[in-house]
């Protein structure tokens, strides 16, 4: 036995045949089974992944470069923007500042570059415009007339320039450009709440009656917390009746309240302008049926947006509760009754909280899109009626600003979702 023993311990172990698939040994096959199933689903989820890249990753990303990105000068005068950063902002600039500017004006005029850079100088100070635009054309005569070598004398040329134009003596203009010199800044981002640059580089208060996108921002907040309370109680009883009616009827009355949805909301935001002025059809008729005898300014002004945005946003407030309250069984009620409770009490603690996930999923979409609504506040509403969408697609049509402005957009959305998950709980709503 010992020795049987001893000799099993001394023979080597005899070799086990791996097993195989048509001459295919089955580890393999199951890594390549397993490399194809992770290649399936990353393939299901690429296409998602494209989506949301294209749609809101780059759209973002370009939004918040914009904000920052001033290339205008560094771009169209660049000998300038790398000369006037080295200088200090005191005294008069240095020759080799004043000789670049004067370099790169004969060259944008040439190129037909000046209108840019006029235009971008023109916020910082206005005038500006006039002065670049009257410089290079001037610059560029008198290149011409007596050539480079006595145009860029050193001793003379910051002469010849103010000779040109007496504002070039006037620091605040060199100053402007050397802050715009750099391709990036934050003056659009500060110009969002009422902030400036001064002239020392330190950061202030706009003038006061340049002072503007602060009150935009709450009053854009003011109107859509009403817009949406005035969905929620309008929404509130009509998706009740539709809820409870038969489904023939209900079917029937979604179908109209469908309707709006359907037209172009630049149709009926003409429309309710149409219908809400001094000779509409809401005057007139009240004036027949004698509710009042003179004509109410009901539109270009705070009840013609309320009006207009009401009725564009009411169908997403129904339906969310709409579809919640169908959902809910009527014997809830009866079982209330029978315990005694009276029909206030019964709604209050018995039905109105089962509809709490659909009052959280209306408010969110009217509200959300309640803030980029620009349309029915500049055709229906009055001046001080415009929210800062209207901004961005036109007050704030410079690129920069209406990029910085749809920063402070998006944070307000951010805000408002984060306060509703604190408060409501985003698991709560409908669209948990």
Known sequence: MKRRAYTARMLPDRPTAEPRLHGVPLKSLLRRTER??????????LVPLLFILVTLVLPISAMLWSSVSDPVLANNLPRLSAQIRLWQGRDQPPYEVVAALVADLIVAERE????????????EIPGFRTLMLTTADRVSA???????????????????????????????YWIRMRQAAPPYTMIYLLRTIDRT?????????????????????????????????????????????????????????????LLPLWTSILVKSLSWLVALQNEGVVNDLGILSGL???????????????????????PFMTFPLFSVMKGIDGYHMQAAATMGANPWVAFWRVYFPQTLPG????????????????VPPALVGGPGDQMLSYFIAWGGAGGGLAASLSIVLLGLVALFLIGFHRVVGVDRTLFR
Not at 36 to 45: C, E, H, T
Not at 112 to 118: L, Y
């Open 36 to 45: 194809l199933r992770k290649l399936g689903a990353f393939g299901l989820v």
């Open 112 to 123: 037909r570059k000046v209108g840019r850079v006029a235009a971008r100088l023109n916020h």
């Open 142 to 172: 008198l290149n011409r007339a007596i050539g480079e070598d006595q145009l860029f004398d050193k001793d003379r040329l910051l002469a010849r320039l103010i000779a040109l134009d007496a504002r070039w003596a006037e620091s605040r």
């Open 197 to 257: 640059i001064d002239l020392d580089d330190e950061i202030v208060m706009v003038k006061e009656d340049r002072r503007l996108f602060v009150d935009v921002f709450w009053r854009t907040v003011w109107i859509c917390f009403w817009v949406t309370v005035y969905c929620l109680t309008l929404g509130y009883p009509i998706a009740f009746l539709l809820a409870n009616m038969s489904t023939t009827k209900s079917n029937i009355c979604l179908l109209f309240l």
């Open 292 to 314: 009042w005898s003179t004509p109410f300014e009901l539109a270009r002004n705070r009840v013609g947006t309320y009006v207009s945005m009401v009725h564009m946003l009411l």
């Open 359 to 374: 009052v959280g999923g209306g408010v969110l979409l009217v509200f959300i899109l309640s803030l980029g609504l620009y």
